[in-house]
C-alpha cells in the first residue's frame, strides 16, 4: 500500500526526512544511487514535482547530489552523515522534552527517569 | 489549458452550477470535491464538450468546448463508456479506432500494470477490474487533457491504490492537465496539486495541498471537513 502522511508538514519534507532516516540507519549506502524521480513517486504514490522538491530540499541540505545524466546520489561525506545523526538525535530528545514537560514532569526528574530505564527499573512513583 | 468564465447551467429549474469562474493551468493535477449534486459532474461534462453552459462560457485549449473537443480531452465517465459485450482487447481496438492519439504500446504496458485479462468479457468483470479498464481506456491516450468523474466510485482500497500508481506511471506530468474528481481523497491527496470545493453548484473554496500543510498543518480531507462546519 502506499504510504500515509501526516499533515502536519508538508510531503515533500516527510519524504526528505525518510531518506535522512534510512541513510542514518543505514538503510541507504553513502554514494547510493537513489531512485528516479518518476520512480520514486510511484513508490510513494505521489506527484513527481513533490518527489523533485525533495530531492531539491536534500540537494540543498548536501544530503544528495545529483549528477547530470546519471541521477541523485547518496553523499559520500561520512561527516555529513556523522551531522545528520546528531541533528537527528536532537530533534528526537526536544519532541521528547517537550512531551514529559508536557504532562508536567520536572526536568531533575526527565533525567532520572531515564537514568533508571536505562538501568532497566521501573519509573518509581515520585508523588 | 481550461477555463471557466462566469459559467451558468440550469436545467429546468435547477441550477446545477451557478456563475462558475475556474481556470486549470496546463500540466497540473487538480481534485474536484463536493457532495453529491454539488455539480461535480455537470462541470467535467462540460468541460469535455458534452453539455454546454446556459450562460458564460467553457474554453478548452484557447476553443470553446464542443463535440470537436473529443480529439483533445480523454474523458472517464462515472457511467457507461465500457460495453459488457466485448473483450478486454475490443474495448482498446474500439477506442484505439476512434481516437488518434490512442497508443497501443501505452495499452499493453497498462494490460500489465492493471493486471487485465486481454480476452475477458466485460460482463464477467468485477467493479475493480471494470474501473481499471477504464482508467487503461484514458491513460492510453496522449491527449492535452484528462478528466476522470469519480474513477474511484464503489472500489476497495486496494483498487484504489493502484490507480493512484497507475496515474502517477501513466500522466505526463508538465504537459497533461488531469481533473479528478472524487469522494475518496485519501489516497489521491499526495498527488493532487491543487483542491477546489464545489458546493450547490458554486466554488467554496480553493487550495494548494503542499501550501495547505505548511500553512495550515491540515490535509485536504480535513481542509475539507472544516469546510463544511
Known amino acids: ?101 508536557g504532562i508536567g514532569v520536572e526536568d531533575k526528574e526527565i533525567t532520572e527517569a531515564v537514568e533508571q530505564f536505562l538501568a532497566g527499573k521501573e519509573p518509581s512513583e515520585n508523588d | 489549458m481550461i477555463e471557466l468564465r462566469n459559467v451558468t447551467k440550469e436545467y429546468g429549474k435547477r441550477k446545477a452550477l451557478q456563475d462558475v469562474s475556474l481556470q486549470f493551468e496546463k500540466g497540473k493535477i487538480y481534485g474536484i470535491l463536493g457532495p453529491n449534486g454539488s455539480g461535480k459532474s455537470t462541470m467535467m461534462k462540460m468541460a469535455a464538450g458534452l453539455v454546454f453552459p446556459s450562460k458564460g462560457e467553457v474554453i478548452v485549449n484557447g476553443q470553446p468546448a464542443d463535440r470537436s473537443i473529443a480529439r483533445d480531452v480523454a474523458y472517464l465517465s462515472s457511467e457507461g463508456m465500457v460495453y459488457p459485450g466485448l473483450t478486454v482487447q475490443q474495448m482498446i481496438e474500439f477506442f484505439a479506432a476512434q481516437h488518434k492519439d490512442f497508443s497501443l504500446e501505452k495499452a499493453e504496458e497498462l494490460i500489465q500494470f492493471m493486471s487485465l485479462e486481454r480476452h475477458k468479457k466485460v460482463a464477467k468483470m468485477s467493479k475493480g477490474q471494470q474501473g481499471r479498464l477504464k482508467l487503461l481506456l484514458v491513460l492510453s491516450r496522449k491527449a492535452p487533457v ?20 497507475g496515474l502517477v ?28 470545493i464545489l458546493d450547490e453548484g458554486m466554488v467554496r473554496a480553493r487550495c494548494h495541498v503542499e501550501a495547505l500543510r505548511e500553512e495550515e498543518g491540515l490535509s485536504v480531507l480535513q481542509w475539507l471537513k472544516r469546510n463544511y462546519q
Do not use: C, W
Open chain 2, 146 to 165: 484528462l478528466l476522470l468523474d469519480e474513477p474511484f466510485l464503489g472500489l476497495d482500497p486496494m483498487v484504489r491504490d493502484t490507480i493512484v500508481k
Open chain 1, 1 to 101: 500500500m502506499t504510504e500515509e502522511f501526516r499533515t502536519s508538514k508538508p510531503i515533500y519534507r516527510q519524504i526528505a526526512d525518510r531518506i535522512i532516516q534510512q541513510f542514518v540507519r543505514g538503510k541507504i549506502a553513502p554514494g547510493e544511487k537513489l531512485p528516479s524521480v518518476r520512480e520514486m513517486a510511484i513508490q510513494s504514490g505521489v506527484n513527481p514535482n513533490t518527489i523533485q522538491r525533495t530531492y531539491g530540499e536534500l540537494e540543498r541540505m548536501d544530503v544528495v547530489e545529483t549528477r547530470r545524466g546519471q541521477g541523485t546520489f547518496m553523499t559520500e561525506q561520512i561527516d555529513r552523515k556523522k551531522q545528520l545523526r546528531i541533528e537527528i538525535q536532537r530533534e528526537m530528545i526536544e519532541t521528547f522534552i517537550q512531551n514529559m514537560r
Open chain 2, 169 to 196: 506511471s501513466f500522466i505526463d506530468f508538465g504537459e497533461q492537465t488531469v481533473i479528478i474528481t472524487t469522494h475518496e481523497i485519501t489516497e489521491i491527496e499526495p498527488v493532487l496539486e491543487e483542491a477546489v
